[in-house]
């Protein structure tokens, strides 16, 4: 049971968080690269393991936010396809960190109603990984709030790459004609078919890159790196980040709202104009 210290310092948290942002504004679907882990560490003398498990922290209070915020979907980059190049410690401690997260606080994220799903490939970890995700995904099936991707022994291009088999296969099997294929086509073949592309790409730790991560979706993402360390990535900074968001001017390639030479009706076919572009494209909001 809250305490009414507690009840109140939520309560100002979320009058804190509607005097900052617009929430009419929000993105749908806001995507993160969690890095510095290492560097925090190192900054403290630390082992990379625990600038790992700060991580957790801070994962878990951004989750807390995207749920108060009413966000629609949270990608975060836990563990790339490059990462099994680490020293087999760093990566067994990570696997243990994702198990622990998960068992720690599945029961809360499905009281907030957090469906739980996992972008990768998932064949590839140990059995114990495999079994405690896929509980965790199957648990969380009937949410219906913030839909958490959990991109684990993710690559974007394995991604493209899978979604490219598996439009060739039913190209072959006669089910799709090659002239039906288009950009839709791929969308809903990606690991993140059904889901608006991220309105919001952040990553931590100061580096200029997209490193593999959601290659396709993140065509028309607005990008907000920070120098802060992901253990140091907190609710203030979040908030700070869509705030930053809400000030750009999202065009999709077209033009401003209300220039005068912005094309009302459907370009010639390649170029797409305005209204096809709302028919499916995720809206500037
Ligand atoms: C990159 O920092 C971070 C990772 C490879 C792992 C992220 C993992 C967590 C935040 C732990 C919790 C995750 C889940 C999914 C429960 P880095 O180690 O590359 O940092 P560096 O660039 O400073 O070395």
């Known amino acids: 049971m809250k305490s009414s210290g507690q009840a109140f310092q939520q309560e100002h948290d979320m009058l804190e968080i509607l005097a900052i942002i617009d929430r009419e504004k929000l993105p749908r679907h806001i995507a993160i690269i969690m890095d510095g882990n290492g560097r925090w560490a190192r900054q403290r003398g630390l082992s990379r393991s625990l600038g790992h498990r700060a991580g957790m922290d801070s994962l878990h209070a951004i989750v807390d936010t995207c749920c108060e915020l009413g966000i629609e979907a949270l ?33 809360e994220l499905c009281n907030k109603g957090v469906q739980v799903r996992t972008i990768g490939i998932m064949k590839e970890f140990p059995r114990t990984v495999q079994n405690v995700l896929s509980n965790s995904v199957e648990r969380s099936s009937g949410n219906k709030g913030l839909i958490l991707n959990l991109a684990l022994n993710y690559g974007g291009r394995t991604e493209i790459t899978d979604a490219v088999r598996s439009i060739a296969r039913a190209v072959k099997e006669g089910s799709l004609q090659i002239g039906e294929v288009d950009a839709r086509t791929v969308s809903d073949h990606l690991y993140t078919a059904g889901q608006p592309d991220p309105d919001l790409l952040i990553r931590t730790g100061g580096d200029f890159r997209i490193s593999n991560f959601l290659l396709w979706q993140c065509a028309y993402s607005e990008i907000w790196i920070t120098g802060l360390m992901w253990p140091d990535f907190r609710r203030q900074h979040l908030l700070g980040a869509l705030a ?42």
Do not use: C
């Open 75 to 107: 990608t975060v980059y836990g563990f790339s396809t490059e990462n099994w190049k680490r020293p087999q410690g760093e990566t067994d401690y990570l696997m243990g960190l994702i198990i622990e997260y998960l068992k720690k606080h599945l029961l």
């Open 244 to 285: 930053d968001y809400q000030k750009r001017e999202r065009r999709f390639g077209g033009l401003r709202e209300n220039a005068e030479s912005a094309p009302a009706t459907p370009g010639p076919a390649g170029r797409p104009g305005s209204a096809w572009r709302r028919s499916w494209w995720p809206t500037a909001r």
